[in-house]
């Protein structure tokens, strides 16, 4: 998923435009792993959740959410909600382990859910599970929700994965079977955010995409809808008859306040007890640590923010001009100036936390000298007003983010100097989130853009959307390869990860591919997102994680300590 | 009057019609589109793309597109909104109400503020509290809102914990005297560059009549001054006021934009930025229109206002 | 009465009218204050940055966030350790062009749009004051949003983008002003001694409405240069780095408890500029006003 967007039309440059946001965009996220993840065992241990629902909470995010069908087209935001009205089969806990939830277990191929050959599912159910309307949960939901995300009529959010599974039966009210076309790996993380939707409601209606569902969901999460406010807030209130833990709060709304300095002000005076999705700007970090009563954690995203290139530009079709840009960024300065250290340097793709991640690609470099002796070496002289060329192709380029991200617009600025220190001219031309990340991104029609973009599959570590050469949009391709990048090698390594379900080989299959595209370069990578999000301190239960989109994952198991 | 009433509301209705096209093919033909963010979703391919705008009928020709819009239009189906696939219409209601508490109330203490002000700062002209009142107007009109919002906010909310920072209400908590706390300080924002832009005109308006025969005429006749100020000079300098009043009503669509933004107000002004950014056709429309009666109302209530007012001026 | 004197052709000299005005002019304390800080402030922006041995646009990170007065970068230094002093001279290149250039644009067209359309009105009136109409139609975000999509933006496409945002005010003013006026006496009398149209329009009405003329100016350079930082920051204008002052004090938005100079500074200079450009136009309507006379 990516995320950026950060838009903004107001005068305020810390709006976040609302619906195009991802969180692709903002860079105030920071440091993985960096400390205090978790509150200090001695406040958790004082307190004990209530034994019944108890007061209400109330979570900031910068964009709203307006979207309440989990199986339409929908951004993070929407998740954030999703999460609390409904449930997917199982899900990746912070950890990444994988829990069930409206399954009874998780199937693999140990336990016999799987076939061998990855091809035959089969899942059991939780018995006992109710809507949030009293009807029972049962398979045939199951089965509705996904014959749904396949029917062509439907406007589904996605069909990737889904699109392969034939012969969906309903074997018993707790059970249900379905084969893949193929072996596919990343289906059971695709599951982990596939939320189910009532049959007893959406199939009746006439036009799924326009049923009075959508704005009055009923599902099986911890939290039943209570009402919206358009444009302002979202308010949930406790289902007595979750199937799993908890909920332990009454009452949670969600309000959306459009501006991150403002929203920051918000959490400073308590009109809002969690600073969720984009959370706190990294300029505000050192103020936010002050606050009293508060608790402010630097918490792990799964973004990785990088400069891609379009390879079907003439300036970056030689690898050593990429590996030259590489060696002149200054990318130490980027993350301990402009971000206040809290993200973490990376030179690849996938976040640290994920078990695909190869630890010994090589690391990022700032050389800038080297960079001017292999471009010297490989023919690209300074030609008028210094810049390079090579055969009439000047080493000129623009670059382009959502524009009014002031944190990333530092960052671009910083690189335009590093990069015109050894001979490269790169020119700025930001603009709104429609217009860049429409044709112009999706079309590859741009030289280079800074995105922060999660490359993952869900939680999990299979990139062949990004860096499939089947996958690139501009050549008719599935998928979100607009650097337009291609190699056989990486290509066979990526479909053989994704077809097999033994986790030695499909590591060792990503550690070569990170391995290979770290040599390519079709992106420069940078940093890896960490989230600043904080809470009020007698607050408990917020658990951080790079699997999920938005935190508010596990929202069932906070409650106020006393 | 009636012919003028007539031929007017024909040209209206004209006008109105060359704005929805006009607006609707800008819209259509600028950069961007509502599918830019699902672009972004993980799994997305180009064939779903194009699923996507076929159902929701984007693939068609642009006139084809304005002719649908245009004919459901009329009979008030004004289509949904591809952010939340409500109405139209209901969607500008639920938005409609805030904004209009925000406005009434901004707009009675600009009036009587600025009225005030330039009312005082003509007759003293150039006294201490003129000077104050010009610098004071001009620094209100070089920062932008978003800067006075968050001083306020800063200081009121943040240091002094007197106002809320923003919001309609404590959702909760529905009481009247919840509302009104939340209603100071947007409306007083909201007021400053109202304010000083009233006052400015009216100083001018006030200071051009105090010159005119009729009020040296009326001092003549040993008229006491307080009438003079009352019953003459402050009537017609309040005249050419009525155009700037008139003016002003469509910002009741785009005007507190900024406002609502830094203080977290869920009005029209969010609404249109919200759906321009999202490219959300449907409601960019529904509003263009709506302002666009708006402009036009306004502006025809302050042309029959002036004529009524000054008998020389003549309906045409 | 100076009104009366004002139709005849007059025999006396015009150079004395003129000298009369400047008089007024001068004699106006804080006219001369305003245009003083308007060339101050010109004079600073063109010539300043090749005095100062600060480049606006070198990145100095070691010197972020410098304090003013503290070292050698005498008004600080920004997120990214540029010189402030250099930053704010080249902004001011921008923000003084655009504010200026689209004031004067939209003050023009306003200005001839209204007396026009107000002097004959009919259907030409008519005509004209529905166009206005029209475009008053579109909110200005609107019309922002539209026209900047459809043009390359550099800082001539955008100066005209915000004149043609700000002019229909004007223009709806001085239509209603000069609807009013062509009524009375002195222009009745000036129809019958058989002055032409346009004499009448724009020696006879038109310095009888000069003063809304000039606040609406006065709140057009304001609005213009907001306006220019407000469609930068939508991706429509001035791309980093080129800084404008209204771009600069968006920028300082999230320093406003940490590094508050960063937005006060930019704030002063457009304050000085407004302030300075509205006493000028304070001291111009009362030197071109027949009636007003300062003794």
Redesign the interface.
């Given at each position: 998923m990516t995320d950026d967007a950060r838009a903004d039309f107001g005068c305020s440059p810390t709006m976040i435009h609302g619906d195009m946001s991802r969180r692709r965009l903002l860079g105030a996220t920071a440091a993985v792993g960096a400390s205090g993840l978790l509150l200090p065992v001695a406040a958790r241990a004082a307190s004990k959740p209530p034994t019944r629902p108890t007061g209400h909470m109330t979570i900031g995010f910068s964009q709203e959410p307006t979207v309440f069908n989990p199986l339409m087209p929908h951004i993070e935001v929407d998740q954030g909600v999703h999460w609390n009205l409904f449930s997917p089969l199982w899900l990746a806990n912070e950890k990444g382990e994988l829990v069930p939830q409206l399954a009874a277990e998780v199937p693999t191929i140990a336990n016999g859910g799987i076939s061998k050959d990855g091809l035959s599912w089969r899942v059991k159910l939780r018995p006992g599970v109710k809507w949030h309307d009293g009807q029972p949960f049962s398979a045939s939901d199951v089965k509705f929700s996904f014959d749904l995300l396949n029917n062509p009529k439907f406007r589904a959010w996605s069909r990737g994965g889904y699109e392969l599974m034939r012969d969906i039966k309903v074997e018993s009210p707790t059970e249900i079977t379905w084969t893949m076309a193929k072996p596919y790996a990343p289906m059971i993380s695709i599951l982990c955010w596939t939320f189910m939707v009532p049959e007893h409601i959406l199939g009746k209606a006439a036009d799924p995409n326009t049923s009075p569902f959508n704005q009055a969901p009923v599902g099986t999460g911890a939290f039943m809808w209570k009402q919206r406010v358009p444009g302002d807030h979202i308010t949930l209130e406790a289902n007595p008859h979750y199937f799993g833990t908890g909920p332990y709060l009454q009452e949670i709304v969600f309000k959306y306040i459009p501006d991150l300095t403002v929203m920051f002000t918000q959490f400073q005076t308590g009109a809002i007890d969690y600073i969720g999705l984009q959370g706190i700007t990294a300029d505000h970090y050192a103020q936010a640590k002050k606050l009293k009563d508060r608790t402010v954690v630097v918490g792990p995203a799964p973004f990785v923010e990088s400069i891609m290139m379009n390879l079907s530009k003439p300036q970056f079709k030689d690898q050593v001009v990429r590996e030259a840009l590489y060696y002149g960024m200054d990318n130490k300065t980027i993350v301990e100036q402009i971000y206040y250290g809290l993200p973490k340097l990376t030179s690849s793709y996938l976040p640290t936390q994920s078990w695909a991640y190869n630890p010994h690609v090589a690391p990022h470099v700032y050389d800038p000298a080297k960079a001017k002796s292999i471009l010297d070496a490989a023919g690209w002289k300074p030609g008028s007003g210094g810049i390079r060329e090579k055969n009439g192709v000047r080493l000129s380029f623009q670059n382009s983010t959502t524009a009014g991200n002031h944190v990333r617009e530092q960052a671009q600025q910083l690189l335009q100097q590093n990069w015109q220190d050894i001979g490269v001219e790169m020119k700025i031309k930001n603009m709104p989130p429609a217009v860049i990340w429409g044709d112009y991104f999706n079309m590859s029609h741009y030289d280079t853009v800074m995105v922060g973009e999660d490359f993952m599959t869900g939680p999990d570590p299979d990139v062949s959307q990004f860096f499939l050469s089947a996958a690139i949009p501009a050549k008719g391709g599935a998928g979100q390869n607009t650097m337009e990048y291609t190699n056989p090698v990486v290509d066979k390594l990526l479909q053989e990860g994704a077809s097999t379900f033994d986790h030695t080989t499909r590591q060792k299959d990503y550690w070569k591919a990170a391995e290979l595209i770290r040599h390519d370069l079709p992106l420069l990578a940078i940093f890896q997102y960490a989230t600043i999000e904080g809470t009020k301190k007698n607050l408990m239960g917020y658990a951080p994680s790079v699997y999920v989109s938005t935190n508010t994952w596990n929202v069932n198991t906070w409650y106020w300590a006393t | 009057m009636i012919r003028f009433l007539l031929r007017r509301l024909a040209?209206s209705l004209l006008?109105?019609w060359?704005?929805s096209v006009?607006?609707f093919a800008?819209?259509h033909?600028?950069?961007?589109?509502?599918?830019?963010?699902?672009?972004?979703?993980?799994?997305?391919?180009?064939?779903?793309?194009k699923?996507?705008a076929h159902?929701?009928g984007l693939d068609r020709p642009l006139p084809v597109q304005y002719w649908e819009w245009f004919r459901r239009m009329l009979v008030g189906n004004w289509g949904?909104?591809y952010?939340?696939?409500?109405p139209v219409l209901d969607?500008i209601a639920?938005?409609l109400g805030p904004t209009l508490e925000l406005m009434v109330s901004s707009t009675i203490i600009a009036i009587l503020l600025g009225t005030w002000v330039g009312v005082l700062g003509a007759i003293r002209r150039y006294s201490v509290f003129d000077y104050l009142a010009?610098?004071g107007a001009?620094?209100a009109?070089?920062?932008?809102?978003?800067?006075f919002g968050?001083?306020v906010?800063?200081i009121f909310?943040?240091e002094l914990?007197w106002l809320?920072?923003?919001?309609?209400y404590t959702?909760?908590n529905g009481s009247f005297v919840d509302y009104a706390v939340h209603l100071i300080s947007p409306s007083i924002v909201l007021a400053l560059v109202t304010i000083a832009?009233w006052s400015?005109?009216l100083r001018?308006?006030m200071?051009?009549v105090v010159?005119q025969?009729y009020i040296r005429t009326a001092r003549a006749k040993g008229m006491p001054e307080r009438t003079i100020l009352f019953r003459h000079t402050i009537r017609n300098a309040l005249?050419?006021m009525?155009?700037?009043a008139?003016?002003q009503l469509?910002t009741l669509?785009?005007g507190a934009?900024?406002t609502e933004?830094?203080?977290?107000w869920?009005?029209m002004g969010?609404?249109?930025?919200?759906s321009?950014?999202?490219?959300d056709y449907p409601v960019?429309m529904g509003?263009?229109m709506f302002?666009?009666v708006l402009?036009?109302l306004g502006?025809l209530i302050?042309d029959l206002l002036?004529a009524a007012a000054?008998p020389?001026?003549?309906l045409? | 009465m100076a009104v009366a004197a004002d139709i005849t052709p007059r025999e006396s000299p015009k150079r004395r009218a003129r000298n009369r005005a400047l008089a007024r002019f001068v004699r106006h304390r804080l006219a001369l204050f305003g245009l003083g800080a308007i060339i101050v402030l010109v004079l600073l922006c063109a010539v300043g940055p090749y005095l100062w041995p600060y480049n606006d646009l070198r990145i100095d990170i070691s010197h972020r966030f410098a304090v003013p007065f503290m070292s050698a970068h005498i008004l600080g230094a920004d997120a990214l350790g540029r010189d402030l002093f250099a930053r704010l001279m080249i902004a001011g290149r921008v923000s003084l062009t655009v504010g200026f250039a689209a004031m004067a644009i939209s003050t023009v067209i306003g200005t001839l749009v209204g007396t026009v359309a107000g002097y004959f009105g009919g259907a030409v009136g008519s005509m004209l004051m529905r166009f206005v109409d029209a475009v008053l139609c579109f909110p200005s975000i609107f019309l922002l949003l539209a026209l900047a999509a459809f043009v390359q933006p550099n800082l001539f496409t955008i100066t005209l983008v915000i004149a043609a945002t700000a002019w229909m005010e004007v223009a709806r003013v001085v239509e209603a002003q000069i609807r009013s006026l062509r009524e009375r006496d002195f222009a009745l009398a000036a129809r019958v001694l058989g002055a032409s149209d346009a004499h009448i329009m724009f020696r006879e009405l038109l310095p009888n409405a000069i003063a809304p003329i000039v606040v609406a100016s006065t709140l057009n350079v304001a609005r213009a240069i907001l306006l220019e930082a407000y469609v930068s920051f939508l991706g429509y204008g001035i791309q980093p780095p080129t800084p404008s002052w209204g771009n600069m004090l968006n920028n300082a938005q999230e320093y406003l408890a940490t590094a508050p100079w960063l937005a006060l500074l930019p704030g002063l200079f457009i304050i000085l500029a407004v302030t300075g450009f509205n006493f000028v136009g304070d001291g111009l309507r009362d030197a071109l006003d027949p009636r007003l006379d300062i003794t």
């Open positions: - | 040209q006008l109105l060359l704005v006009i607006g800008v819209l033909l600028a950069p961007g589109g509502p599918l830019a963010e699902f672009t972004l979703i993980p799994g997305m391919t180009t064939a779903q793309l699923l996507i159902q929701m949904r909104s952010r939340d696939s409500q969607v639920s938005h010009t610098v001009m620094i009109l070089s920062i932008p809102t978003f800067w968050l001083v906010i800063y909310s943040v914990a809320p920072a923003g919001n309609l959702i909760g832009i400015r005109y001018a308006s200071l051009e010159n025969d005249l050419p009525i155009t700037i008139g003016l469509p669509l785009s934009l900024v933004t830094v203080f977290t869920p009005g969010r609404l249109f930025l919200d321009i950014g999202y490219r960019v509003i263009l302002s666009a402009v036009l502006n302050a002036y000054d020389r001026i003549r045409d | -």
